[in-house]
């Protein structure tokens, strides 16, 4: 089982171009939710996908989306990109239904905005 | 307000010394504590939780509800312990919810 991976490992756009980052979840499970790492920082929520649905957000515009397969892969998508957006975006899944189950992360995608 | 805070960016010890990663946090209902760690070139895992009252890697930690802190802890410190944690909330028995981070600790233990 190759656990959450996530695609490109890599990106760089320049401000306000739109981008798609995209994650599979660890076999067998079905919530996906995603954060972005700043530099020198600990991840921040975005939000979080169940059932083809945002379940949860955190505190971010809606510059911010995303999507939910029935396959349980997700997307991220930012449009409108500033030079803040440039960060580590980690993906996380875990099974829902299941009283505390932990969270497990991807790579990450780094996005990089010139 | 939620919050984690990791007041130490890095921390330095000697092999075969205790460490302790301090964790204090804010929350308004009953949180979930975890500890995550990032080795070099590898993934954010998690550690341990302390719903599980578990010892991993000989590491610790203890919630106290008083002092509104999750301290990560180890008597003996090996090179291989070396990484940044992370201290990080849930709401109790929120399936797999959001994750609130600190800013992490390096750790750095030197031979």
């Known amino acids: 089982d190759a656990g959450v991976t996530q695609s490109p490992t890599h990106l760089i756009k320049t401000r306000g171009q739109q981008v798609t980052l995209r994650c599979s979840p660890k076999?067998?499970?079905?919530?996906v939710s995603w954060y972005q790492q700043a530099l020198g920082q600990g991840p921040q929520f975005i939000f979080q996908?169940?059932?083809?649905?945002?379940?949860q957000r955190g505190n971010f515009p809606d510059r911010f989306s995303g999507h939910q397969f029935p396959n349980y892969s997700s997307e991220l998508n930012v449009n409108a990109l500033l030079l803040g957006d440039s960060a580590l975006y980690l993906c996380?899944?875990?099974?829902?239904?299941?009283?505390?189950?932990?969270?497990?992360f991807g790579d990450g995608t780094r996005l990089s905005i010139l | 307000a939620q919050r984690v805070t990791q007041p130490e960016k890095l921390l330095s010890v000697f092999k075969g010394a205790p460490v302790e990663l301090k964790c204090n946090y804010s929350?308004?209902?009953?949180?979930?504590l975890f500890w995550y760690v990032q080795y070099s070139r590898q993934r954010l895992q998690l550690l341990l939780r302390?719903?599980s009252r578990e010892s991993i890697k000989g590491f610790t930690a203890d919630l106290n509800k008083g002092e509104t802190s999750f301290h990560l802890k180890k008597p003996f410190a090996q090179e291989e312990d070396s990484a940044m944690y992370y201290c990080?909330?849930?709401?109790?028995?929120?399936?797999?919810?959001?994750?609130?981070f600190g800013q992490g600790t390096e750790l750095s233990v030197k031979p």
């Open positions: 996380a899944s875990s099974l829902s239904g299941v009283t505390n189950q932990p969270q497990h």
């Open positions: 076999s067998g499970h079905d919530t």
């Open positions: 996908y169940y059932e083809e649905e945002e379940r």
């Open positions: 929350y308004s209902g009953s949180p979930e």
């Open positions: 302390h719903i």
């Open positions: 990080a909330l849930s709401a109790l028995g929120n399936q797999g919810g959001k994750l609130i």
